[in-house]
């Protein structure tokens, strides 16, 4: 599985190169990501000034240094800091992650495209949230709430190229979730929304307690990018591969393109978006 999120994440510089971002929100973008820490010859504040004022490329060299037991990826021998400000250390058994995320820097050419950095977000995210227990159970709480009015809850009757696409795509992950979880789940075919059954909120609950960090980050960006927490957490369960997930979370919008066609530079963007986060979050898991 781990491959082919890879896979997904090797075209992201090229495929997002046609898609010009307005300068102050890419500023924006470049802060929430991450910054390089200080060194004799030049302050981080300053290359970070820097690199928000002309959004240019001012590195030369990106490398992956092992540092505090674990890996560091530097731009000119400065390791990358977290937004939050903390050492962006990534643990040992994580090289693929770490390789990523270099590899992220490395492509980012002349001019910085901050909406090209999934990896180092999700890094980021990781390390700067979900080692404070406030901000999980802040998480655990949005989270549940999706799975209250799960996108793959909602089943309709109508035109037939949905419910085919719903039965081929939702009801697998539907079927594994109750065998799985030994739980009760409800779907609707109506616009009222199913009640869970309080013992159904209460296994996922537990579920997401006892995740590390590094899958609280996976699954909120699993979750966010599906508009599912049943898909986001079939993905890091290994239950659905990168594709599968996104295939199940492009359901109607697939239902729409089968009955009226693609609209270009908008449907395929947008799935291959999708794809790109999703793969993030498979790779932010992969222990090797």
């Given at each position: 599985?781990?491959?082919?999120?890879?896979?997904?994440?090797?075209?992201?510089?090229?495929?997002?190169?046609r898609r010009a971002i307005p300068v102050r929100r890419a500023v924006c973008l470049a802060r929430n990501h991450a910054t390089?820490?200080?060194?004799?010859?030049?302050?981080?504040?300053?290359?970070?000034?820097?690199a928000e004022a002309t959004l240019k490329r001012f590195w030369k060299t990106v490398g992956v240094e092992k540092r505090d037991g674990g890996y560091a990826v530097t731009l000119d021998k400065r390791p990358l800091k977290t937004p939050g400000g903390k050492p962006l250390i990534i643990p040992p058994e994580k090289r693929l992650v770490a390789a990523l995320?270099?590899?992220?820097?490395?492509?980012?050419?002349?001019?910085?495209?901050?909406?090209?950095?999934?990896?180092?977000?999700?890094?980021s995210r990781a390390i700067d949230a979900f080692q404070d227990e406030g901000t999980r159970s802040e998480v655990r709480a949005q989270l549940l709430k999706y799975l209250e009015t799960d996108t793959i809850f909602y089943h309709a009757d109508e035109p037939a190229v949905l419910v085919r696409l719903q039965e081929e795509h939702w009801k697998p992950i539907l079927d594994w979730a109750r065998e799985a979880f030994g739980v009760e789940i409800k779907v609707s075919d109506s616009i009222f929304v199913p009640s869970q059954p309080q013992e159904t909120m209460k296994k996922f609950e537990e579920i997401l307690s006892n995740f590390s960090s590094w899958e609280m980050a996976a699954m909120e960006r699993a979750t966010y990018t599906s508009k599912s927490f049943l898909i986001g957490l079939a993905l890091l369960m290994r239950r659905l591969d990168v594709d599968q997930a996104a295939q199940a979370a492009h359901?109607?919008?697939?239902?729409?393109?089968?009955?009226?066609?693609?609209?270009?530079?908008?449907?395929?963007?947008?799935?291959?978006?999708m794809r790109r986060q999703l793969g993030s979050a498979a790779c932010l898991l992969a222990n090797y």
């Open positions: 599985m781990h491959r082919q999120a890879f896979r997904a994440l090797v075209p992201l510089v090229r495929a997002n190169a390089v820490s200080s060194s004799n010859s030049e302050a981080a504040s300053d290359l970070t000034k820097r995320v270099a590899s992220e820097w490395e492509n980012q050419e002349t001019v910085l495209k901050p909406h090209a950095l999934p990896m180092t977000s999700i890094v359901v109607e919008v697939n239902s729409q393109i089968e009955r009226w066609g693609e609209v270009e530079d908008t449907h395929d963007v947008d799935y291959h978006d």
